[in-house]
Every structure is written in structure tokens, then in C-alpha cells.
């Protein structure tokens, strides 16, 4: 469009903000890109792409709960087929006995213990007295949390 003139714009670039535009393709490919580094064998492989698939039946009849709690067991499945591959560089392993065997807990306590866990430190009582109170400055000092 822009080389026919039809659209004015003056491309220079693409900016992606975050990987997870689209969680499907992304799901998706776990599997193969892990197996392509010698993280996954031929049985880690199919055992992922079977989890990713079955999150993919999700979406399509759009049980989108259903969908994310199948993301959830999917990285699960990544993790006892790595030694637990970190979701943010391949490079390290960090097998998080808590994660391998807490299959009895609820997915999103799953994702949180993934995701979230690993890059906050502080507890929200901490983070809200503390960088956001000063940061705000409007905070009353009457007004705790935690």
C-alpha cells in the first residue's frame, strides 16, 4: 500500500512491545523451537505439541479459561521435559521442584509462581509504602498497606 501510493506513511520501522501478540503462535512453537536447540527429544517434542494443540482446541471453541489453564499445563509439560527451561532465556535451567510438583494447585498460582514471582522481589505492603508512596507523593502518611 505504501509503494502504490495508496497509503501515506513513513515507514521506518516495527516496535513490539511484548512477544505475547499472539499466545497461540506462540504456544505453538514452543515445542519445535525447543526440540530444534536440543532442549526436547522426539517424546518431549510430541508431548508438548500435544499440549500446545490441545490449548489450540480451546481457543478455536473459544473456552478461553479453559484455554489458559491449558497454557498453563502446556509450560508444565515444558518444564518436566527440560529440567525446567526458563520461559525467558533457554539458556538456563532452574528446575523449580515447587512448580514440577504442585500439579494439584490451581493454574493461576501456577503462572504467578512463573511469571510474576521471578521479577518482584518485593511484596506489594513494601512496593506501596516504599518506590510508589515516594513516587506518587500524594500517598497520606496515615495510609499503609500490608
Known sequence: A???????CNFAGVALGDSWISPLDSVLTWGPYLYSTSLLDDYGLAEVSSAAEAVK????????LKATELWSVTETVVEQNTNGVNFYNIMTQDPDEELVTSSGDHFL???TRRHI?????????????GPIRKKLC???QNVTWG
Open 2 to 8: 505504501i509503494a502504490k501510493g495508496t497509503v501515506k
Open 57 to 64: 482446541a480451546a481457543v478455536q471453541q473459544q473456552q478461553f
Open 109 to 111: 498460582s501456577l503462572l
Open 117 to 129: 514471582r521471578p521479577l518482584h522481589s518485593q511484596s506489594l505492603g513494601q512496593l506501596m509504602n
Open 138 to 140: 500524594i500517598i497520606p
